[in-house]
């Protein structure tokens, strides 16, 4: 199994910036790729960014330019850096890793609001 743990969510004015960070632990070895996920109140959860091992990374076209998704594959944790965050970009904030079955494996969240 593969635990994921998130941290660096909280409240922050529109304009600001924000990391995120998820350790991951247990089955590491297993974990191909890695990415977070956000969902909105009355929303679907949708994918902000991902990243695979070997460091190819996708964003969602509304983050794009304005996030960094890294890897530390010495330390199991992923990143998700946010600038010029607006209030859209309010939601709980979702850890999520792939393994070699391409099964999903998901964190707890963490809260990110962003006021105006």
């Known amino acids: 199994q593969v635990q994921l743990v998130e941290s660096g969510g909280g409240l922050v004015q529109a304009g600001e910036s924000l990391r995120l960070s998820c350790a991951a632990s247990?089955?590491?070895?297993?974990?191909?790729?890695m990415g977070w996920y956000r969902q909105a109140p009355g929303k679907q959860r949708e994918l902000v960014a991902r990243?695979?091992?070997?460091?190819?990374?996708d964003y969602a076209d509304d983050v794009k330019g304005r996030s960094t998704i890294s890897i530390d594959n010495a330390n199991n944790t992923v990143y998700l850096q946010m600038n010029s965050l607006k209030p859209e970009d309010t939601a709980v904030y979702y850890c999520a890793a792939r393994d070699m079955n391409y099964e999903a494996h998901w964190g707890k969240g963490t809260l990110v609001t962003v006021s105006s």
């Open positions: 990243i695979t091992r070997s460091g190819t990374t």
């Open positions: 247990g089955s590491i070895f297993s974990i191909n790729a």
